[in-house]
């Protein structure tokens, strides 16, 4: 590590071979801006809303395990955005708050996209 720290190219090279995949990240450059808003925030995208209304539709009740772990897993994820959400209303400058809802949205699309492709029907 300190090798990495003292060696010449990449003390001052921003996208070291360490740092590249956070610098190329969307989201990374995202939270650097920290141009959160809290309308940006407690919005949720049309996609997430589409996932969300077929998966809570009556006409479906999970009934295998692994059906019911991943709608517990969305309502943990809905809980920790709600909660991320709360934190950033207290406090504005929390950047970290934005960026966990950010990231909990991304896996709750993922994991409702899955659910969705795979559920009995």
């Known amino acids: ?13 921003p996208l070291s071979d360490s740092m590249a995949p956070i610098a190329n990240s969307h989201s990374a450059n995202e939270i650097l801006t920290a141009g959160f808003s809290l309308e940006s925030l407690t919005e ?19 009934s295998s395990r692994w059906e019911r772990a991943q709608t517990r897993a969305l309502s943990t994820l809905e809980k920790d955005i709600d909660a991320a959400i709360e934190a950033y209303r207290n406090n504005p400058a929390l950047v970290r708050a934005g960026a966990v809802v950010y990231a909990n949205r991304e896996r709750k699309k993922e994991i409702s996209k899955t659910l969705y492709a795979n559920r009995d029907l």
């Open 1 to 13: 590590m300190m090798s990495t720290i003292l060696h010449p190219s990449t003390a001052n090279d």
């Open 44 to 62: 949720a995208s049309a996609e997430e809303e589409s996932l969300g209304a077929a998966l809570t539709s009556p006409a479906w009740v999970p």
